[in-house]
Nanobody
Framework: VQLVESGGGLVQPGGSLRLSCLASGFTFSTYAMRWYRQAPGKERELVAAIGSASSNTYYRDSVKGRFTISRDNVKNTVYLQMNSLKPEDTALYYC????????WGQGTQVTVSS
């Protein structure tokens, strides 16, 4: 089982990034997918989630209207489009797959700074 995140980087405030998480080794289309983040010295927090058939989505209040989660069950990939980024969005972003098992990626760093 693997979850491999990509797309992180350094961006200026107000900029955009698109994170991707490529899954393998399990039946991706049957799992709900989540994006978490963890900033230095803070607890990991749930950022966004999407159901297995993309029918349901969840966003934490601080990212509503700025972030969009989506998935492609053919490409076994979940995405997080992040717009209007703020310095407080700086964190290590993790992909999580959850159903009967719970899988995690290694994370991709997002740094928002001028």
């Amino acid at each position: 089982v693997q979850l491999v995140e990509s797309g992180g980087g350094l961006v200026q405030p107000g900029g955009s990034l698109r994170l991707s998480c490529l899954a393998s080794g399990f039946t991706f289309s049957t799992y709900a997918m989540r994006w978490y983040r963890q900033a230095p010295g803070k607890e990991r927090e749930l950022v966004a989630a999407i159901g297995s058939a993309s029918s349901n989505t969840y966003y934490r209040d601080s990212v509503k209207g700025r972030f969009t989660i989506s998935r492609d069950n053919v490409k076994n990939t979940v995405y997080l489009q992040m717009n209007s980024l703020k310095p407080e969005d700086t964190a290590l972003y993790y992909c999580n797959a959850i159903r009967t098992n719970d899988y995690w990626g290694q994370g991709t760093q997002v740094t928002v700074s001028s």
